[in-house]
């Protein structure tokens, strides 16, 4: 397995190739741009001033150079506009000034062909020992193969390979081409970004009320998938039904405020990511979702968050006191990270 890592730095843990520098605290984003190796620039040069045999382009056609180390990134045509590695830097200002992210990774692949950054997003403990955590990824790159993608993520990106892994996953992304307008609309989708996140504190403890009411799952499965209209099949509905009820019983944090709202929106939002089909499924899982409530994933995971909210709201019962939201003291340090269901929604999916 190959890191292909010319240069990068991890915060606190040794990357699995121990390549790179590893920092004791989080850096600036000003810092990170020197500890990553990325304060180099990229510009373009006519093919016809560059010696490099084999080369069979149209005038239309440029390189893309690094000016340090005069290295070919790639080939681009002439709407291709260079986005430095600062300006995708200063994506991350507001949101890590705010204090509610950290730097946490960022580096360069083979000759510098590629990049990330990675951020540290703030963690919530909705119940004890049930912490919502998430990294934020940045990807570019400088050879006219790939756009400029922001996406939520759960893999910390070290390497080639990691980064693969991250670009893999389903789930709400921003995609920014290289065109002349790109600086300007990373600089405003930070900005949007970092707004839209200092409302979670609100949401985080609108969790915290779900995590400390108790509902019957049975009631919340139905009320999101309710029967089919009378004379048509209900069996992919009752299927659907016993899906998110085995998300509730086994499925990730099911050990966690058990009973509660809480625990029932965890198992909804499991089957919405996991089992419902998404947009991009083959034609026959498609055909089989008509049935299901209609809608995206984001639609939908608001519809099972009212139906939680609501549940909630008439529910005199309370989870028990061991079973109870662990309540954070320090507000600053629950919003250090968010988890990844809620950055996908500042991301619009």
């Given at each position: 397995?190959?890191?292909n890592v010319q240069s990068m730095f991890s915060v606190r843990q040794t990357p699995w190739h121990r390549f790179g520098a590893v920092l004791d605290e989080a850096p600036s984003v000003d810092d990170a741009i020197g500890l990553a190796g990325l304060d180099w620039t990229v510009e373009r040069v006519s093919l016809a001033d560059l010696d490099v045999p084999g080369l069979q382009f149209g005038p239309d056609h440029s390189a893309i150079v690094r000016t340090d180390t005069r290295d070919v990134l790639g080939i681009v045509g002439n709407r291709y506009t260079p986005v430095q590695n600062a300006e995708k830097f200063r994506f991350f200002d507001p949101i890590v000034s705010s204090g509610r992210a950290t730097m946490?990774?960022?580096?360069?692949?083979?000759?510098?062909?590629?990049?990330?950054?990675?951020?540290k997003s703030i963690t919530a403990e909705v119940v004890p020992g049930d912490p919502v955590e998430s990294y934020l990824l940045l990807a570019g790159s400088h050879d006219g193969t790939s756009a400029i993608t922001v996406l939520p993520t759960g893999v910390r990106v070290v390497c080639q390979?990691?980064?693969?892994?991250?670009?893999?996953?389903?789930?709400?992304?921003?995609?920014?081409?290289h065109t002349r307008s790109a600086p300007q609309r990373l600089e405003d989708a930070g900005r949007v970004m970092a707004e839209t996140e200092a409302a979670f504190g609100e949401t985080i403890e609108r969790f915290k009320f779900l995590a400390s009411r108790r509902i019957d799952p049975k009631a919340y499965a139905k009320a999101l998938v309710p029967d089919a209209p009378e004379g048509t099949n209900n069996t992919r509905r009752e299927n659907a039904r016993e899906a998110i009820l085995k998300s509730y019983e086994v499925g990730p944090g099911a050990d966690k405020a058990r009973g509660s709202a809480w625990a029932a929106y965890?198992?909804?939002?499991?089957?919405?990511?996991?089992?419902?089909?998404?947009e991009n499924a083959s034609a026959e899982d498609t055909a089989r979702a008509t049935w299901l409530p209609q809608g995206s994933g984001t639609q939908l995971r608001e519809r099972a968050f009212k139906i939680a909210i609501e549940m909630a709201d008439g529910s005199?019962?309370?989870v028990t006191a061991t079973e109870a939201v662990s309540m954070v003291d320090d507000p600053a340090e629950m919003q250090r990270?968010?988890?990844?269901?809620?950055?996908?929604?500042m991301l619009g999916a």
């Open positions: 397995m190959t890191a946490e990774t960022a580096g360069a692949l083979g000759r510098g062909e590629r990049v990330w950054i990675l951020a390979n990691t980064l693969g892994m991250a670009l893999r996953e389903k789930g709400s992304r921003l995609t920014i081409r965890n198992a909804a939002t499991h089957w919405i990511s996991h089992e419902r089909p998404s005199t019962e309370h990270q968010i988890g990844r269901s809620l950055m996908a929604e």
